[in-house]
Structure formats: C-alpha cells, structure tokens
C-alpha cells in the first residue's frame, strides 16, 4: 500500500499543473467566487476551446491510444489530469465531456471498426465533436431494455423511426449514440443494436426540455424515417445491450475520481461559505452543529476520493475492480445531494435566491447545484437499479419471481 | 499509487482468517458472552506463537519491526470473531505508547516483553466529567520525594483486569504527563465493570494516593501530547478496522440468511426491501474499508493525514457498524432480535467501539480544528 507519487508522477502533475494554470477557463482556479455561465453556446464554446488545447498539449485521451489522438498515458496520470480538470468540465462548461469523453469514445474504442476509429476519436478527444446519448424513451427507463425506437434494415441502410427521451446536450451536440431496436421478435435484450448517428440528418427534431434547475439541459428526440450507413452500427446487429453496457467500466471509474475532486472543491467553497455567514453573531463555521455536519462532509469526501483510488489501483494492475467498483455511483449521488443540502441549509431564506442581481452568497449557484443534484440519483442508472446490481450481482441475491421469469 | 496489499500481508490475513475461525468460532465467542467460558492464556499463546504480538516492536527490541497496514490485516479479521480480549488494547495503547514514547529506559524494560507476550498493558485515558476528553484530564501527580502520588480516577480503562501494567495520562505541574504504573499497585484498585458488550473488558481505576516510583515517568508535557495523539489515532483506526471486519461478517449473516429464508413464497432476498437494504450496507461497508486502509498506511506515514484520516475512519466505521447490525438485525427478524443469535454480540461491540477514545461527534469536531473551520 503506498499513496505517494512516484518523481515521474510528481514531475507529471507539476507540468500538467502549470500548464493548467494558463489554459483553464479565466477566474476558476482558485477563486471561489466564480460564477458558472448559464448559456450552453458559451458552455459547448468553452469545451471546445479547452479540449482542443488539452489536445494541442497531448493531454487529451490519456488512456487512449496514440494512433487515435489519445496520450497513451499510464492510470496515475489519467487520475493526475481527471482530477485536475474534473472540476473545471462540471463547473465551467456543464459537464459537457461526460457523453462524449465518458461514454462515446470509450464505447467507440472497445467496439467500433477501425474505420470508426480513426473517423470518430481525434475528434472527439480534440472536441470538434460534441455526442449526446440516445438511449432512455417514455417506455424504458430502468428498464431500458424495454425501448421501441426500431431501426429497419433496407439494403445497406437503417430508417430510424421513434422517440428518445432526458437526452443531455442533444441542442448542441453534433453526434449521438444511439441504442434501438433491430429485431423485435427476439427477447427484449437480444434485438438491440447500437448506432452513431449525426445529429443534422433529416428527419431528427430535437425539443429541449427544462429540468427542476429551469435548464434545458436535456432534450426529446424524434426521430423520422432518418436514414443512416450501415457502417455506422456499432458491434454487430443484436449486440447493442451489451455494447451499451460493457464498456464503461474503465471510464466510469475515472469519472469518479474526477468528480470526487469536484466535490472537494464544493466543499472548499462550503466551508468559504460557512466563514462568511452569519450564525447567532458569530461564523457559522464555528457554530457546533454547521461544524459537524461539515465536517461529515468531508469524511464521506474522504470515503469517495479512496473508493476512487481503491478502482484505479485495480485498474492500474491489469485487474477489474470487485465490490467496490460497483458502489461508486450510488454512493456519489446521494452524498452530492447531502452536500448541497448543507449549503442551502446554511445560506438559510436567501437559498430561494435565483435572482440574475441579487444573489448573495452565491445563493443562484448553490440553489442551481443543489436542484441539480437530485438528477444525480436518476441520471445513468437511477439508485433503485444500482442497488439491483449491487444485490444481484455482487451479493447474489435472488431476482424476484415476476422478474426472473420475465426476463427467461 | 497502490491500494493493495502485498503477498506477505494477504498470507497474514490468511493466517488471521483462520485462526478466528478456529479458535474464535460464533459457539466460543457465544460461551463467552453467556459466562461459560473465558478468554484464555491458552488462546493469547497461540497469538504469541504466531508473532502477532511483535509486529509492532522494533527489532532492537526482538520484535518484528513491521508496519501498521501490516497489523491492520490481522485486526480487520479479528473484528469477524469478533475476537475478544486484550490484544489490540495490549499491542496498540501500550506497546505504541511506550514505543512512540522513545524512552530508552521504558522501551528496554517493557517492548521486548510486550513483544514475546510475557506481559501485557492498556492505557487510561478517560475520565468522569466532561465528555471532550482532551480537557478533562483530573488525575494528579504530585511529586514526593522520591515517588509520585496519583490521586484520581479513570474509567473505561480497556483490558485493565488482563493488563500487567497501565499508562496512566494525567495532569503534573500543569502539564499532560504518562506514567507507566505496574500491577498490582498497592493504594490502585481496578474494577472491571458490567458492560454492553462482553468481548471487551473494561475498568475503573481508582487512585487514591497512589504511590509510583519517580521512572514510572514516560513523558510528560509536548512529547507526552504528541505521543498521546498518535496512540489515539492509531487505537481509533484499530477499532474502525475491527468494525469493518464485524460489519462484513454481519452482512455475510444477513445475506445468507436473505438467500434461505423463505417468505410468500420466495427467498426473502428476492424482494427489494432486503435486497436494497443489503446493497446499502455493501455500499458503507466497502466505504468504511475504503477510508480505513488509508487510515492504517497513513499512520505509517509523518505528517497531519495520520490524525485527519484516522478520526474519518472513526467516524465513517462507527456508523457503518451501528447501521449495519441494526439492519441486519430487521432483515433476520425475530431470531436476530434473541439472545441466542450471535447477533447482539455484535450490536453491542459497535456500541462499545464506537463510543471509546472518542465518539463520531467528537471526531468530527477534531476533523472541524484540524481543518480550520
């Protein structure tokens, strides 16, 4: 056991540091009192221009291979920038990258065709493309497997007819995996195939719709008779499930790790926050009951950040991650809404301030994160399926009876 | 970076797994809680004999000289026992007093017999009164002559009854003193009390006029602080480990029982209520693991994260263990609410554990200091 960076390590974090300090977006790093942008033209603008400098730097796609633009960098340095540049993707441009960074390309790397390779990865790591996710509609939310959007074979193409739903970043983004049905007349998780499917074709028609926050963050997509190569399929026909859901082991545990030190710096400016408001006339940093509840904060910070690290070591050997591999997301999602309870818990009346001129202490921020944060538990697999997974697969607990049979 | 654990350690834990199961099965650790049975030299040999015992102690003083992650293997099994007794409070709170003291005299006379465990020691820290213990160190040392007299009291003095020896902190001259004080002592009557838990052993120790030799003087003011930090730290991580090794035995007990248990017709494993109740305590459990490991190799290390990531283990395991044995317990039903299932052993250990050298409330306002809130 040894959490010390090796000196290649240090000397790594100290250039990708510095280099950070004169690319990350303007009045981030280290000021605590930053305002998020709320256009996503600007957020989409700013992902473009960072992740295209990260590029230029050859920090993009650490764990990527080189012929596709990647770093082909080692699993320390992967968490070294994560870490780095978590914050900077969820606090100044949305978490625009998750899809494309995320799921996309990771997806693209373990199962697309050379040709996809090459056309899609220097791309994506470089930014010019933005993906969004096709994969929830009105009838298949946890249970996914259940969608209807078919795509039909007609000679060497797929007509997409059907509905995607809570799709992120679909009104900017230029790409989008696909999850749809190729064969109906197999059980539901044996006919699905998966799809990259430009977003400009005709026959798409993409309708922002507002979340809890006021933020058209995520979009219904129709789709009609859009007619896509069949060279754009993914793995092959009827792969699609396993396609959409066996590949995001890698990049999920990263994920954590970048959001881990994303959290932490909420925290920083929690507690910022704390010094500055006023409780009983003192700091409600040294009011006994702020003082606990955030320093629980910080355990459980603690407990994510080495959760994450316990993932990556595995990684970092070669090996898959056991149990805890599979409690990450669960654990995360509830812990950020935790978080941002204590903020609007302590800024007290003026937490309902979403005022674009008055808003003091920060309240529009924390009141955005906070509402955000209730996505968290829903978003990739709500904390009901999580616990499915972690009760089935992990602990081996039965199926019930209606879905055990359902399924066979 | 490396998370892992390396070969020796994992034929360690190997070696710890077996060993509780054998010598430390539910059936003993059941007699023992009835009264029918005691812990036993028999059983504190065969931990000797394993070399358990001198993983601490420097080689200069014939022990093994080895790492806290390395004991940490051992004591996260020994939570699964859970195995009672005096050996965490004999090897952490004494021999890493005495040890971290770094007084020659002390560690020549005391290591190498705590090592080959011909003796054992514990620590009394606690006081009656107020809670925050860091203020609230009463017992005094007037110097005599040539001797010292203790007068006072300390209570939840773990293992005093199994000890051959005490360090006693206490107040001298105004400042925090330790004093190794040798049992039996005339004028220090140490009662061991009925407690919750039965796999720990603790006492009162009444001081009345208690006359110690003037060496009986470990440390006393700055270095006696710092030693007592880090001894502090370290039997709080010990204890979370211990809880972690506890609470994923408890799971293991529920999630069997959640797989054989048939209700409406199916295992009741099957129904989410359990299910998710289940993977909710996965969830704290590989958590509290996550925190803990960190905790143990951070106490190998200089610097703050020893104290920081120490009282987050407290606090995260001390949750993590009252909430598991308290659901497992709902997912077990009435059996596990009798005192012929093992579970209440547990229960009770996660109360005891939980609240010694600090419970979460005072952790966390540790945490709260260290980071300057």
């Known amino acids: ?408 | 970076m490396d998370f892992s654990f390396t070969e020796e350690q994992e034929i360690l834990r190997d070696t710890a797994k077996r060993f509780i199961q054998n010598e430390c099965g539910t059936e003993f650790v059941k007699q023992l809680v009835d009264g029918n049975r005691e812990f036993t030299d028999e059983i504190w040999q065969k931990m000797v004999e394993l070399g358990w015992t001198s993983i601490l102690i420097p080689e200069e003083y014939d022990g093994l000289g080895l790492s806290f992650v390395d004991l940490s293997v051992i004591l996260e099994e020994m939570g699964k026992g859970p195995l009672p007794g005096p050996f965490t409070s004999s090897v952490v709170l004494a021999g890493e007093t005495i040890r971290l003291a770094e007084n020659p005299q002390k560690a020549q006379h005391y290591l190498s017999r705590l090592g080959a465990g011909e003796i054992r020691g514990t620590l009394a820290w606690a006081e009656e009164g107020d809670l925050n213990m860091w203020d609230n160190i009463n017992l005094s040392a007037r110097v005599q002559g040539d001797a010292f007299i203790l007068d006072g009291r300390k209570v939840f003095v773990p293992h005093a009854d199994q000890a051959d020896f005490v360090v006693c902190v206490a107040l001298c001259e105004g400042e925090t003193a330790l004093f190794v004080v040798d049992i039996p002592c005339p004028g220090l009557k140490i009662n061991k009390i009925d407690t919750l838990d039965r796999t720990t052993s603790l006492c009162l120790l009444d001081f009345g006029s208690t006359l110690i030799p003037r060496d009986a003087l470990l440390a006393k003011g700055k270095s006696a602080e710092t030693v007592l930090g880090s001894v502090l730290n370290r039997i709080n991580v010990a204890y979370a480990l211990d809880m972690v090794g506890g609470g994923q035995k408890v799971l293991d007990i529920g999630v069997e029982y959640a797989k054989t248990r048939i209700q409406f017709g199916q295992p009741i494993g099957a129904f989410q209520a359990i299910k998710h109740k289940a993977a909710e305590l996965l969830m704290e459990i590989e958590g509290a693991r996550s925190i803990v490991y960190y905790a143990a190799w951070a106490q190998d290390q200089e610097g703050t994260e020893s104290t920081v990531s120490a009282s987050a283990a407290k606090v995260f395991c001390t949750e993590m263990y009252r909430n598991v044995t308290k659901e497992v317990l709902q997912i077990l039903g009435g059996i596990g609410f009798s005192w012929e299932h093992e579970l209440h052993i547990f229960l009770k250990r996660a109360k005891c554990l939980g609240t010694l050298f600090g419970d979460v409330s005072f952790h966390r306002e540790k945490l709260a200091v260290a980071l300057n809130y």
């Not at chain 1, 399929?233 to 396993?242: A, L």
């Not at chain 1, 955030?294 to 090996?319: C, D, H, P, T, W």
Request: charged share 25%; with cysteine.
């Open chain 1, 1 to 408: 056991m040894d959490f010390h960076y090796t000196e290649e390590e240090k000397a790594f974090k100290e250039k990708f540091d510095s280099w950070l300090m004169s690319n990350a977006p303007e009045g981030y790093l280290g000021n605590m009192d930053y305002e998020p942008p709320e256009d996503w033209e600007q957020m989409a603008a700013e992902y473009r221009k960072f992740q295209r400098s990260l590029f230029d730097a050859g920090y993009a796609g650490i764990n990527f291979p080189k012929a596709y633009g990647g770093a082909e960098g080692t699993v320390m340095e992967n968490i070294i920038v994560s870490e780095a540049t978590g914050p900077i993707y969820f606090h100044t441009m949305g978490g625009l990258h998750v899809i494309s960074l995320g799921l996309a390309a990771p997806t693209i790397l373990a199962w697309g065709s050379e040709e996809q390779k090459q056309t899609f990865l220097p791309p994506t790591l470089s930014g010019e493309i933005i993906w969004c996710q096709g994969f929830s509609e009105p009838n298949a939310g946890s249970d996914l497997a259940n969608l209807n959007t078919r795509a039909t074979r007609i000679g060497n193409e797929y007509v997409i007819e059907g509905q995607k739903v809570w799709s992120s970043f679909a009104h900017i983004a230029d790409w989008c995996i696909l999850v749809v049905r190729t064969d109906p007349n197999v059980p539901k998780h044996k006919g699905l195939s998966y799809f990259l499917v430009d977003m400009k074709l005709p026959g798409i028609e993409v309708n922002p719709i507002k979340n809890i926050a006021g933020d058209p963050e995520f979009n219904e997509i129709f789709f009609e008779e859009v007619r896509i190569p069949e060279d754009m399929r993914v793995g092959q026909e009827g792969d699609g499930w396993k396609v959409a859901l066996t590949t995001l082991g890698h990049e999920r545990y990263v994920g954590e790790v970048a959001l881990a030190s994303t959290f932490l710096r909420e925290y920083e400016e929690l507690v910022e926050l704390a010094r500055t408001v006023k409780l009983n006339g003192a700091p409600a940093s040294k009011d006994p009951l702020i003082r606990q509840r955030l320093a629980q904060i910080f355990v459980e910070l603690m407990v994510m950040r080495y959760n994450g690290y316990r993932n990556m070591s595995k990684l970092a050997k070669g090996e898959m991650p056991g149990p805890e591999g599979s409690i990450g997301k669960l654990f995360w999602s509830e812990l950020h809404q935790r978080l941002t309870e204590v903020a609007v818990d302590l800024i007290g009346p003026y937490h309902q301030l979403n005022d674009p001129i008055y808003r003091p202490y920060h309240s529009t921020r924390w009141i955005q994160r906070f509402l955000r944060a209730k996505g968290n538990t829903i978003e990739q697999g709500t904390s009901e399926i999580q616990k499915n997974i972690i009760g089935e697969r992990v602990l081996g607990l039965p199926k019930d009876a209606a879905r055990a049979k359902k399924k066979s």
